[in-house]
């Protein structure tokens, strides 16, 4: 991930231990503010689309977190990356097919 994880805990759920601390506190944040995207932008001082976008963000490395679908962790970590944009479309494309055809030629032989 594109910023500092916070510690792992068994305790809580895995999409809650997927998550940075910056994640952490953006979700602490949206709660205090009951859900205000307004309330939000007002105190990050940014526009409502903005917070929109973060918040849409967040949605996406949760459900990426939590997809069962995903057999690899390293593909897990590049689509959370691409959530994070800290890795543009092409990049991400690319890495994943070397990835697969990687993982391809290794069971065949």
């Known amino acids: 991930m594109s910023d500092e994880s916070v510690t792992k805990d068994s305790s809580r759920p895995n ?4 998550l940075s601390s910056e994640d952490l506190n953006f979700l602490k944040r949206f709660l205090l503010n009951s859900g205000s ?6 105190e990050y001082d940014v526009s409502y689309p903005t917070v929109r976008l973060r918040l849409d963000r967040l949605i996406q490395k949760v459900q990426i ?5 995903i057999d690899s962790e390293f593909e897990r970590q590049l689509k959370l990356l ?5 890795i543009s479309s092409s990049a991400y494309k690319t890495l994943l097919n070397t990835h697969r055809n990687e993982l391809k030629q290794k069971q065949s032989e």
């Open 15 to 18: 999409w809650l231990n997927g």
């Open 37 to 42: 995207l307004k309330k939000m932008a007002a």
């Open 65 to 69: 977190i939590e997809e069962a679908t």
């Open 82 to 86: 691409l959530a994070d944009q800290a």
